[in-house]
């Protein structure tokens, strides 16, 4: 790989989510409570314990806050266990965790399940120290989760938060401050084009900006409403 090929792929890297990069909107209550959960943490011990979950549409941010939860107790030395739908073999649970994300839930298979369940009863109710954190996430409500019983009514056990998805303006200033976060200049013929012509899915909005970062990078061009289509119509 050329010098000038390895140093297009490394700035144009997506930041780390985090949590003060999270346009909350309409979920302000969500990221509060996650934003005092994790402060401070220290020695593994964090301020609550009560579970979390937090459902919603694909797109309102679900994923965003647990990996932003994840890189957050990960700067304070805090060690945590994830998974998701694609996670093929979850290990064993490991008493030096201080916390479990589980992101994804309505996907999981039937061992996907029975890892979750066993990584929520022992961090609920640990053989030694103190109880962990369970934080998780999915489509639907912990009520009509397609999991076994067990696992779906501990998943609703603690604080529940609904997410919704931003409406266009709020849409606007994410894609707005993740090309700032990626040193992307976004003109607003642009911004306009991505909002009419794909998903309303903001996930999907910032994958879409993600690629086309990528691609002017590596085409050595500005983002223009023509890149778009050309990275579109060769990719």
Not at 39 to 58: D, I
Not at 133 to 158: I, K, Q, T, Y
Request: glycine fraction near 8%; aromatic fraction near 8%; hydrophobic fraction near 45%.
């Amino acid at each position: 790989m050329s010098p000038m090929r390895q140093l297009a792929l490394d700035i144009g890297l997506a930041p780390v989510p985090t949590l003060a990069r999270f346009f909350a909107g309409p979920n302000e209550a969500a990221l509060q409570h996650l934003r005092l959960a994790v402060e401070g943490a220290s020695g593994g011990a964090l301020r609550s314990c009560l579970p979390v979950y937090l459902w919603g549409e694909a797109g309102s941010g679900k994923t965003h806050l647990l990996k932003a939860v994840q890189e957050a107790l990960r700067t304070q030395g805090v060690r945590v266990g994830w998974m998701q739908a694609s996670t093929e073999n979850p290990p064993a649970f490991d008493e030096d965790w201080a916390a479990v994300l589980l992101d994804e839930v309505h996907l999981y298979s039937t061992g996907q399940q029975a890892a979750a369940f066993n990584w929520f009863v022992n961090a609920t109710s640990p053989a030694t120290g103190a109880p962990r954190w369970v934080l998780a996430a999915g489509d639907l409500p912990p009520a009509d989760l397609p999991l076994r019983d067990d696992l779906r009514s501990r998943l609703g056990w603690g604080h529940v938060f609904q997410l919704h998805l931003l409406d266009e303006p709020a849409r606007r200033a994410v894609l707005r401050q993740e090309a700032d976060a990626r040193g992307v200049f976004l003109g607003d013929e642009v911004m306009d084009y991505m909002l009419k012509r794909f998903s309303r899915d903001l996930g999907s909005l910032v994958q879409l900006l993600d690629r086309l970062d990528s691609f002017a990078l590596r085409t050595q061009r500005a983002i223009t409403i023509p890149l778009l289509k050309t990275m579109l119509e060769t990719e």
